[in-house]
């Protein structure tokens, strides 16, 4: 089946650091990926879409200026979290649309992200 | 707009106990359906869908029929294995694929 990869897959850093996640889709041709947000015990959030050459969409209440995404090709991926707080520590997960399969959505594993 | 509202958990079963996890939506237009599952420390996987009124998926023993007239889409199986503790997502998308909606997650624990 399709193959999606998310890196890191754990990540600890200092307040006020950037990080930056990448997801890649392994054998497949991603025209739109999206980025979720997973609270503990909570549902995914939707933070934006992405189409591949185009500038994200950003769901309400997400700021675009801290969550930075890049989709420059088919295959990948990233978001950046600018000057990371405490609160922004999260569990984060990519997912990517193939383009012959547009009702299924291929996930990554998740980064946890941990700010001290 | 368009939302799932899922069972909370989390569930505790014993080893062949049988399974039923609660979906209910809200939706415009004729959605597809949809049951992931998030094993520990991994990603969500496509566990089964539906795409129309009366359709029914089926994955690994579980199944859901897509229930118009209740608007439901409830997960089940007949005897749960220890292997299938993991956390089950119920989601809807619209038809071109376009939005994903998901409930909150039910977490499932199966005891020998």
């Known amino acids: 089946g399709a193959v999606v990869s998310q890196h890191p897959s754990r990540v600890i850093c200092k307040s006020g650091t950037s990080v930056k996640i990448e997801c890649r889709s392994l054998?497949?041709?991603?025209?739109?990926m999206f980025w979720y947000r997973q609270f503990p015990k909570k549902s995914l959030m939707l933070m934006a879409t992405?189409?591949?050459?185009?500038?994200?969409?950003?769901e309400q209440g997400v700021e675009k200026d801290k969550f930075l995404i890049n989709h420059a090709s088919l295959t990948l991926s990233t978001l950046t979290v600018t000057s990371a707080h405490p609160e922004d520590s999260s569990f984060y997960i990519c997912s990517a649309r193939a383009l012959l399969a547009l009702e299924k959505l291929f996930f990554g594993s998740g980064t946890q992200l941990s700010v001290l | 707009g368009d939302s799932v509202t899922q069972m909370e958990g989390p569930v505790t079963l014993s080893e062949e106990a049988f399974l039923t996890i609660n979906c209910t939506y809200t939706?415009?237009?004729?959605?597809?359906l949809f049951w992931y599952v998030q094993y520990p420390g991994e990603g969500l996987q496509l566990l089964l869908k539906a795409t129309k009124a009366d359709d029914k998926g089926s994955n690994k023993g579980f199944e859901a029929t897509y229930r118009k007239e209740t608007t439901s889409f409830h997960l089940e199986k007949g005897s749960v294995q220890v292997s299938d503790s993991a956390v089950y997502f119920c989601a809807l998308s619209d038809r071109a694929g376009n939005q994903f909606y998901f409930g909150t997650g039910t977490s499932l624990t199966v005891i020998p």
């Open positions: 939706a415009t237009g004729y959605p597809s």
């Open positions: 992405s189409n591949e050459g185009s500038k994200a969409t950003y």
């Open positions: 054998d497949f041709q991603a025209t739109t």
